[in-house]
């Protein structure tokens, strides 16, 4: 009996290898006549995996770009990815009709079907389908814009006054009150509604998105490996686990949505949005389905919170650790306001410190390492390189926003080297939110939630280091699946 069963695996094994191995040869000789891009060797079957798993992936990638120049080859397990390191290739190649699709999701078909496609992971039709429908909507509700602010700044001034409960004390985790925050805009955006602090639920939209995160592992590696996602233990579960509790979540969200839903009054939020297209649309809508609404509900909080809070985070740590950088703005912000300023979005031009600050620590904390990488599924032309179908390509953002050619001193925090003339210069080579068909989503949210956050809380409060405490290391950061933040630090507030 135990031989037999034996011999039933070694013969799986045996069946396994041959494949493996058949695939590489032709993959071999199909690789051949082409010119591929160098890269790191790696270990038969896995590839570069241990490389990427056992380093923080920036840092490896860093070191590939010196060896290998701009773009390099990476292979993780069966998925050959291509690593960008220069602003003009990325913008070439994010901006190729050919690769503007995405290595599926296996985790998010597991939990929500193969109906449900969302935007992150979705590809061709169903991605633009998302896309138009939730830009469109976003620009109907007037996000970037003067009448979705005061949602933002009712938020702020929520967050300011929690934070005034700890004013002389040491804070430790501001990075969480930033989650609470930015969470609840979110919230507002999907379903209408905005928790206090101490709300539950509040609590566990951004506990699941900080689980999923670590649970993804790096390069949301066990979200898109089918072999990883499929072990019955460690990250992959975990991450399953989390995606299925929030599914319930969402789903008693969305029913409460329906059981008062009014197709006769205009939707202010995406899940009326969705039901209302549904609607009018019965049968017909696409791929605007309630299976995909839950999707779509989990790629927002997903991709917007964690990365605008870490960055909120990051902000307070880079102006505690250059008191005069802090000081410089809480000046300019000063005189705006005595001069009858008003600390909104619109004029933001007359804040143009402000705005460096902001360009600089999204260059400086670089939160999406790698961005979301985007798939070819056609053979795709590189700067005389060939990059065949089905390969991955993603960004070596930190190569890009440290560019030494580009930056003088990139690893100095100096938000003046965006002032030209005493107004702001936005480079172009600071593409934090990608850029192409599939750039960010929220980019015009983000950049409103950072400059309504810090202005208000900069021209409130203070923040220092706590005497005697060493504060981290401005360069380190914390890599968990796609995004990057701050090590835990502690501030003082104090009130100005
Ligand atoms: C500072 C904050 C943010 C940064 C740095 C950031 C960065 C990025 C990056 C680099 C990508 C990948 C683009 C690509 O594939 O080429 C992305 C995609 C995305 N972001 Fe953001 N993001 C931020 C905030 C937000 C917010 C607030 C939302 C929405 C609430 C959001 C929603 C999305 C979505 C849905 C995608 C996927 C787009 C697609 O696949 O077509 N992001 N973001």
């Not at 670089?366 to 790698?370: E, F, L, R, S, T």
């Given at each position: 009996m135990l031989l037999h069963i034996l011999c039933d695996h070694l013969t799986i094994v045996a069946i396994v290898i041959t494949s493996i191995s058949v695939w590489a040869f032709l993959r071999w000789g199909q690789d051949r006549n082409l010119n591929i891009p160098p890269g790191p060797n790696g270990s038969p079957l896995i590839g570069n995996l241990p490389a990427f798993l056992s380093s923080s992936p920036t840092d490896f990638f860093a070191e590939c770009s010196k060896k290998f120049g701009d773009i390099f080859k990476l292979q993780l397990g069966q998925q050959r990815v291509f690593i960008v390191s220069c602003t003009d290739l990325g913008r070439k190649v994010f901006s190729n009709r050919d690769a503007q699709n995405r290595v599926p999701n296996v985790a998010y078909y597991k939990v929500f079907g193969r109906n449900a496609h969302g935007i992150t992971f979705s590809s061709n039709g169903p991605c633009k389908d998302a896309r138009r429908f939730l830009l469109g909507l976003f620009r109907d509700l007037g996000v970037g814009r003067g009448s979705f602010e005061y949602k933002i700044l009712s938020e702020a001034e929520r967050l300011a006054m929690n934070l005034g409960e700890r004013v002389g004390k040491r804070e430790a985790d501001i990075k969480q009150k930033f989650f609470w925050a930015v969470s609840n805009i979110t919230c507002g955006i999907v379903f209408g509604k905005q928790y206090e602090y101490d709300d539950p639920t509040l609590k566990q939209f951004v506990d699941f998105v900080e689980t999923l995160f670590i649970a993804a592992g790096p390069g949301a590696l066990f979200l898109t490996s089918p072999f990883l996602s499929a072990l019955p233990f460690g990250p992959g579960s975990k991450a399953l686990n989390c995606l299925r509790k929030f599914r319930k979540e969402m789903e008693k969200i969305i029913n409460e949505r329906i059981s008062s839903f009014d197709p006769q009054e205009t939707p202010c939020n995406v899940v009326d949005a969705f039901l209302l297209e549904i609607h009018n649309n019965p049968g017909n809508s696409g791929h605007i389905n309630q299976e995909n609404l839950l999707l779509c509900f989990v790629d927002l909080f997903v991709a917007g919170t964690e990365t605008t809070t870490s960055t909120l985070s990051f902000a307070i740590l880079f102006l505690t650790t250059h008191l005069q950088v802090q000081e410089k703005c809480q000046q300019e912000l000063d005189l705006f306001i005595k001069g009858g300023g008003q600390l909104t979005y619109s004029e933001r031009s007359r804040l143009p410190f402000l705005q460096a600050v902001i360009h600089e620590t999204q260059r400086v904390s670089?939160?999406?390492?790698?961005g979301i990488p985007h798939l070819a599924d056609k053979d795709i032309k590189l700067s005389g390189f060939d990059l065949p179908k089905g390969s991955a390509i993603a960004a070596n953002m930190k190569v890009i926003l440290m560019n030494d050619n580009v930056f003088e001193n990139p690893e100095d925090f100096n938000p003046d080297r965006f002032i030209k003339d005493g107004a702001f210069e936005e480079n172009p080579h600071v593409i934090p939110f990608s850029t192409g068909n599939r750039a960010c989503l929220g980019e015009k949210l983000a950049r409103m939630e950072l400059f309504v956050f810090l202005s208000h809380l900069l021209s409130r409060y203070s923040f220092k280091p706590p005497k005697n405490v060493t504060m981290p290391s401005i360069l380190n950061g914390i890599e968990t699946a796609v995004t990057r933040s701050p090590l835990p630090y502690e501030v003082v507030i104090s009130e100005r």
């Open positions: 670089n939160v999406a390492p790698i």
